[in-house]
């Protein structure tokens, strides 16, 4: 390197401290007994990530991952806080959570979201329509998933991993054999019984949420509904997203050395393997092992886009000669589409979609029932004072009870989305009304009510 011969130093490249903590999980996973985690072995890894919810915003640390999974209905990944302060707003509103990740994932994100999903929540990445974003979603969501554990394509067994822990193109599924994996260990006597997925129950709880052309072409038939556009919808929705396309969309900066030009090769290997996977799906659809491919479609459709690679080259053997001699490929970031549809516009977007995504949440996460009747001081008090007080609090509780019950039921599976703040009070009323109607609580208000008047009659005397 020129800086190496300019100032006779070398720059090391392996074993750096990226190099080392990056292999830590996979070494507890694969190489040690038990498969302990970092955190058994006393490596903690700093928090990259924060939340956002209830107004607050909280480090995704070890500690808090149980207690921050059951937040939120629904938890949005973002990679860019400015993105997330512009659109938190809604999370106050509907009771979601945000996650900045700031660019990447690390461990702690992707355990958070398996508690989340454990604990009834969604969960949605959103990321810049590039392959470095694209890839950073849809990684995380097939680790979630644990996707990639046996694969099968008639007697052969392959053991693989997701995505495949792509070097090189050539590791993704070849073109004669779509479920096959290059340098997958192969066995013909493995129990038939593990090719299932480790998480199936986490399907459709996990996706991405964007940015695509999906998302394009949500804002174009927003704007066509909006002009009475309705002569050639479809055409003019198909001229609206190239439209916008133009106007967001972006050339990666040219460089002067082919080798060197962005998206580098170890950006569009993976979308290489995406694309792979995706035609492996087309060439056969009723395969039970290749379903899960039918997502990456928006990858497959706008390959060219996205690495300024023909999708004529997918198979290509002389792929390095291929990515030097490619077209520029283009990129829609998040920030360039608030600035063209405006701030308000794209949070309805999140919400649309959210909805979309996930018809039924479960508002018990955000929606909280009232449960402190008493603070700190109670302890002072005389203890006939506190028995009565007591004695009113559970016969408070039993008035209440049955109607908390419905309010939780009703939460439970919630279609759409609700205004937190206008429920809690809705949820309030209801339970003041059935403890005001309840038989017993009447009978202790009028004796409460003929105590304090007769206290106040002899105060009045004194």
């Excluded at 090391?12 to 996973?29: G, H, L, M, P």
């Excluded at 993976?270 to 039918?294: E, F, G, H, M, V």
């Excluded at 339970?431 to 007769?454: G, P, W």
Aim: charged share 30%.
């Amino acid at each position: 390197m020129p800086i190496e011969e300019e100032y006779g130093v070398t720059v090391i490249k392996e074993n750096t401290r990226e190099d080392v903590t990056s292999k830590i999980s996979t070494i507890c996973e694969n190489d040690l007994e038990d498969h302990p985690k970092r955190e058994q072995l006393g490596i903690f890894a700093s928090p990259r990530a924060a939340m956002y919810v209830d107004g607050s915003w909280h480090n995704v640390d070890i500690d808090k991952i149980l207690s921050l999974a059951k937040k939120g209905t629904d938890v949005v990944f973002m990679e860019k806080r400015g993105v997330l302060e512009i659109v938190k707003y809604i999370g106050d509103i509907y009771g979601l959570a945000f996650v900045n990740t700031q660019g990447h994932f690390a461990e702690y994100p992707k355990d958070l979201i398996r508690e989340i999903i454990e604990n009834g929540g969604n969960v949605a990445i959103m990321t810049d329509f590039d392959c470095a974003g694209i890839h950073i979603a849809e990684k995380v969501i097939s680790d979630v998933l644990g996707e990639g554990l046996f694969i099968h394509d008639e007697t052969p067994v392959f053991e693989i991993e997701p995505p495949y822990d792509i070097e090189d193109s050539i590791l993704a599924p070849p073109k004669d054999l779509p479920a096959k994996e290059g340098q997958a260990g192969c066995s013909e006597t493995i129990d038939k019984s593990q090719q299932r997925l480790r998480y199936t129950e986490y399907y459709g709880k996990v996706v991405r949420l964007g940015i695509d052309v999906q998302t394009l072409e949500y804002f174009g038939s927003k704007k066509i509904m909006m002009t009475n556009s309705d002569n050639n919808a479809y055409g003019d929705l198909n001229l609206e997203v190239q439209n916008m396309k133009e106007r967001v969309g972006e050339e990666y900066p040219k460089h002067t050395d082919p080798k060197k030009q962005q998206p580098g090769k170890n950006v569009i290997t993976p979308i290489i393997a995406y694309a792979k996977q995706y035609d492996s799906y087309l060439q056969d659809p009723t395969n039970p092992n290749l379903q899960r491919y039918k997502r990456y479609e928006y990858i497959y459709y706008n390959f060219e886009y996205l690495t300024g690679i023909s999708i004529e080259d997918l198979y290509n053997e002389e792929m390095e000669r291929v990515v030097e001699n490619r077209k520029t490929a283009r990129r829609i970031e998040m920030d360039s589409v608030i600035e063209d549809v405006k701030p308000p516009t794209f949070a309805q977007f999140i919400t649309d979609k959210l909805q979309e995504f996930f018809p039924v949440r479960d508002y018990n996460r955000t929606i909280k029932l009232l449960t402190e009747y008493f603070g700190d001081k109670f302890d002072i008090l005389p203890e006939s004072i506190k028995a009565l007080f007591l004695h009113v609090i559970s016969a408070a509780d039993a008035a209440a009870k049955p109607t908390e019950q419905q309010i939780k039921l009703a939460q439970m599976a919630v279609r759409g989305l609700l205004d937190v703040s206008d429920t809690k009070e809705a949820n309030k009323r209801r339970i003041t009304d059935s403890v005001a109607q309840n038989r017993e609580m009447k009978k202790i208000a009028l004796k409460c009510r003929e105590v304090l008047d007769q206290m106040k009659g002899e105060s009045n005397n004194k």
